[in-house]
């Protein structure tokens, strides 16, 4: 037990969403992986694979978990101007050597295996962003240089990453919108950049809808899938049955089968009969499987699950003393579960087909390993906050009256002064606090 103690530390609620989602994401795709089993020939060879994955993953828990979470201020240091360089990489050779897959240049192989650098930039860019507006905050908010430093990170990385995978560009900047709301950023800046991206969304999807097909232009070369998903999606003629053409929209029509012929609690694991024609079944397409397989009963404890998440992760942000820890379990929490909903409403037909996985999910490898370091962080600060609540309950010894009336006097300043300095700075803080062993 005491094994366990220690290995298992932090927060024990996130630890349990996290295991259960694993639980689920091993069950599904070993069951929706058959057309993987049919290509290779091997029937344990792609459940195997995910199962290592999962288990490297579960290691990078545990390790982010026992890094002090001061240390993750350092990480966009190093890996904001990585992630720039091999999304730049990425993209041109994309364009100069047409090296893609379905369509889109998101991956490079490094020692043989393949590595998404969005993730990568995806984790900077929060981190980053989580720092700046701790830094930047004082009595009437967030300082107005940090809306400006944010844009231009944010920026550079949704610029780079939209070419390829426009679904992900606009998700991280979304999220980034939401943390600049809960970090206090003055609301006309808000209002007047919602504004601005409302103008060029109807500016561009005119834009979209006016080209021809076929149309070379320079870094827009999947504007024919993005028209197609958005025609597909607002198209509202209704199709009869026996003239409906399966084939012509297959992932779509076969994701609402699995659907529809489900019940309250589905057809039991591995009786899936969807997953032999969704060619992403194990990845994008994974929540229709669930919900074949395990049922409303089923699809409802991965929504409760993905939202459980986000609460515990608030409650978390609402201990926290200091402003970086609360801004960096925030802005973690808001992209797991918003590319959760986002998946979800592509298999639900709520939303134009994208290529966002399942976190902790659907299939894969970039993705897992990334979203395995997102719960170590927020691991890592829940134990911070769990020493702030012992340090509570078991509060220092007597001091003199001299010292006892400095106490008070600090304690109050630091009340009147809720976005104090000294709530951004981890200095006073090193000294008195270390991660127990």
């Known amino acids: 037990m005491d094994l366990l103690k220690n290995i298992f530390k932090g927060d024990k609620v996130i630890w349990i969403i996290f295991l259960c989602l694993c639980l689920i994401s091993i069950i599904e795709v070993f069951s929706a992986a058959s057309t993987l089993t049919y290509k290779s020939g091997d029937h344990w060879g792609p459940i195997t694979q995910h199962s290592i994955i999962l288990m490297v993953g579960a290691v990078v828990v545990v390790l982010m978990h026992n890094i002090p979470y001061k240390w993750f201020q350092v990480f966009p240091v190093f890996l904001y101007p990585i992630s720039v360089v091999l999304l730049a990489f990425v993209t041109l050779m994309g364009v100069i050597t047409g090296d893609r897959v379905n369509g889109a240049a998101r991956w490079m192989s490094f020692m043989g295996l393949q590595f998404q650098p969005s993730e990568l930039a995806k984790m900077a860019v929060i981190i980053a962003v989580s720092f700046i507006l701790s830094k930047k905050q ?94 597909n999606f607002t198209e509202k003629e209704e199709v009869p049955a026996a003239k409906f053409d399966i084939d012509k929209d297959a992932q779509i029509a076969h994701a609402r089968i699995a659907i529809a012929t489900s019940n309250v609690i589905g057809k039991a694991p591995g009786n899936s009969i969807q997953r032999d024609f969704l060619s992403q079944a194990f990845s994008d397409f ?35 003393e200091r402003t970086f820890p609360a801004f960096l379990v925030m ?92 709530l951004n700075s981890d200095a006073k803080f090193e000294e008195e606090y270390e991660y127990r062993k």
């Open 286 to 320: 994974i929540f229709a499987i669930i919900i074949e397989e395990l049922g409303l009963v089923g699809g409802a404890f991965v929504v409760i699950l993905y939202i459980w998440l986000l609460v515990r992760t608030g409650r978390i942000a609402q201990k926290c």
């Open 138 to 231: 004082d009595d009437e908010g967030a300082n107005p240089k940090a809306f400006k430093y944010i844009m231009i990170l944010t920026g550079l990385v949704c610029m780079l990453i939209a070419p390829e995978n426009l679904s992900t560009a606009m998700l991280l900047f979304g999220v980034v919108v939401l943390m600049m709301f809960i970090g206090r950023v003055a609301f006309k800046k808000l209002a007047m950049l919602l504004g601005g991206l409302a103008l060029v969304g109807c500016l561009g999807a005119v834009f979209l809808l006016a080209i021809p097909k076929d149309t070379d232009i320079p870094f827009l070369h999947r504007f024919d899938t993005w028209k197609s998903r958005i025609t």
């Open 331 to 422: 802005g973690i929490a808001l992209m797991l579960v918003s590319q959760a909903i986002l998946n979800m409403m592509v298999a639900v037909g709520l939303f134009p087909v994208t290529g966002q996985p399942l976190p902790l999910i659907s299939k894969g490898g970039t993705s897992t390993l990334i979203n395995c370091a997102y719960i170590g962080m927020i691991l890592s600060v829940s134990r911070y906050t769990a020493y702030l609540e012992e340090k509570k309950e078991n509060p220092a010894p007597l001091l003199t009256q001299s010292e006892g009336n400095e106490a008070i006097a600090s304690e109050a300043q630091t009340a009147a002064e809720p976005t104090a300095e000294v």
